[in-house]
């Protein structure tokens, strides 16, 4: 079982940038793929952004590419979104969650954290 916890998050004026980091309980944090994803008032919650268990493979969300990184640190059980280049339409609780296989559906994750608000005013 994971345990996940996000911080980070808070307010930024567009253009500006944040780091979410999800810090993980357990000793096979290293074995899941980890991914964000977020949700804004009255919108399903979006995918975002998933790193493989190693760290070598990642994959973005066009909404996020190019301004957003997705890495993670095995060692001190981390995953990590940086964001940059923010928008307005960014504004949403941000989540982290665990999954045992490569998917970008929030179905495919069994674990996950309680969020962490971002907002972006422009």
């Known amino acids: 079982q994971v345990q996940l916890v996000e911080s980070g998050g808070g307010l930024v004026q567009a253009g500006g940038s944040l780091r979410l980091s999800c810090a993980a309980s357990?000793?096979?944090?290293?074995?899941?793929?980890m991914g964000w994803f977020r949700q804004a008032p009255g919108k399903e919650r979006e995918f975002i952004a998933v790193i493989s268990t190693g760290g070598g493979s990642t994959y973005y969300a066009d909404s996020v590419k190019g301004r957003f990184t997705i890495s993670r640190d095995n060692a001190e059980n981390t995953v990590y979104l940086q964001m940059s280049s923010l928008k307005p339409e960014d504004t949403a609780v941000y989540s982290c969650a665990a999954a045992s296989i490569w998917t970008t559906r929030a179905q495919g994750y069994g674990y996950w954290g309680q969020g962490t608000q971002v907002t972006v005013s422009s």
């Open positions: 357990g000793r096979t944090f290293s074995s899941y793929r």
